[in-house]
Nanobody, 125 residues
Framework: VQLQASGGGLVQAGGSLRLSCAAS????????VGWFRQAPGKEREFVAA????????VYADSVKGRFTISRDNAKTTVYLQMNSLTPEDTAVYYC????WGRGIVTTKAPDFGSWGQGTLVTVSS
């Protein structure tokens, strides 16, 4: 399963964006998927993750209440709806699937693999 993130762009503070993570390949439905981000000069950090069937999701405290992760297994796509964006959300956003196909949510980067190319989100003040 290969993943490709898209939907980034330039938005003003307070605005919204929806990122998409499209998967190619079989057996997408068994994998949990996570979103991470990396700001310039900072380490990659966890943003959100969703279980294989969408029944469980988890968020970083910094985005809780503003971001929503969802998935459409029929379209083999995971979404990240981002609202009330702030300049601190500026980063390259990456999606990845859980490395072992367990389908359960995790927040740790080493538990993920098949990292897609990131998409840049820039929030202006």
């Amino acid at each position: 399963v290969q993943l490709q993130a898209s939907g980034g762009g330039l938005v003003q503070a307070g605005g919204s964006l929806r990122l998409s993570c499209a998967a190619s390949g079989r057996a997408f439905n068994v994998y949990a998927v996570g979103w991470f981000r990396q700001a310039p000069g900072k380490e990659r950090e966890f943003v959100a993750a969703i279980s294989w069937n969408g029944g469980t999701s988890v968020y970083a405290d910094s985005v809780k209440g503003r971001f929503t992760i969802s998935r459409d297994n029929a379209k083999t796509t995971v979404y990240l709806q981002m609202n009330s964006l702030t300049p601190e959300d500026t980063a390259v956003y990456y999606c990845a699937k859980d490395r072992w196909g367990r389908g359960i949510v995790t927040t740790k980067a080493p538990d993920f693999g098949s990292w897609g190319q990131g998409t840049l989100v820039t929030v202006s003040s």
